[in-house]
């Protein structure tokens, strides 16, 4: 079995360098100063280590109205393995049947991709960055447009993949609901500048820190939520509510 570290999920508000951090990473950005190891190796100077990566981008950032099913989508992640202007072989296709078993869809192969669910639709990104048996998967927000059910079944999957030696790094605003899934919370606001298991890293200074302004958790309902405060009115975050904050302070 594959050695992996512990799951960690990177949090911050827009804009704070989630994304900016992840790209370089993936060795799509150079640094302006230092260097960006992965696998203790300088991502710039050895390219082939993304080989070893599996990344899953931001759901709103496929088209889903493109005539391609769901075997097909997949198979795109083999596509440099492949070959440009080569056809796929017997073993391509092998693969993506293996890995639409491993998440759950294999009897949807078939169907296009935009008469997916959300949750499905977030899975068969999953599946694409899986197709090459990666030591790490990098996932941007993979809760987005996605139900609190389904969001913890993906949840439940990422735990499943790391069991198998898979190394997980997952950005995500619902740090009341993913700290119970990982090990590790790194906070970002221009730099990380909290690392730590998330019983010890998520505090209110850290919201505060964070977000630039005081924060807190509200634990109401079944979904914590953080508030951040501005001078007035009150900025929500993770699905709060102006009728959510009325309902905090009645008697």
Do not use: W
Not at 20 to 25: A, D, G, N, S, V
Not at 72 to 87: H, M, N, Q, S, W
Not at 177 to 202: L, M, S, T, W
Request: aromatic share 6%; charged share 20%; glycine share 8%.
């Amino acid at each position: 079995m594959k050695q992996s570290i512990p799951i960690t999920v990177l949090t911050g508000y827009l804009g704070s360098g989630k994304t900016t951090l992840l790209k370089l990473i993936l060795g799509l950005l150079k640094p302006t100063s230092g260097k960006v190891l992965v696998f203790g190796k300088n991502i710039n100077d050895h390219p082939n280590i993304r080989k070893r990566i599996g990344y899953v981008p931001q759901i709103s950032k496929i088209d889903y109205s493109f005539p391609i099913n769901v075997e097909d989508f997949v198979l795109t992640g083999r596509y440099a393995t492949i070959g440009p202007g080569r056809l796929p072989h017997k073993h391509d296709r092998s693969a993506v049947s293996e890995t639409l078993e491993k998440i759950g869809l294999q009897s949807l192969s078939t169907i296009q991709i935009g008469k997916l669910s959300g949750g499905q639709r977030q899975r068969i990104l999953i599946a694409r960055a899986l197709i090459n048996n990666p030591d790490m998967l990098i996932l941007d927000e993979p809760t987005t447009a996605v139900d609190p059910k389904n969001s913890e079944s993906l949840y439940e999957l990422l735990l499943t993949l790391h069991q198998q030696g898979i190394t997980i790094l997952t950005v995500s605003h619902d740090i009341g609901v993913i700290a119970q899934y990982v090990d590790a919370i790194a906070c970002v606001n221009r730099k990380v500048f909290v690392h730590d298991r998330p019983e010890n890293g998520i505090t209110d200074e850290t919201l505060t820190e964070m977000y630039g302004r005081e924060a807190a958790f509200f634990h109401h309902g079944i979904v914590p939520h953080i508030v951040v405060r501005r001078s007035s009115p009150v900025h929500y975050c993770s699905g709060e509510t102006a009728e959510d904050d009325e309902n905090h302070h009645k008697p």
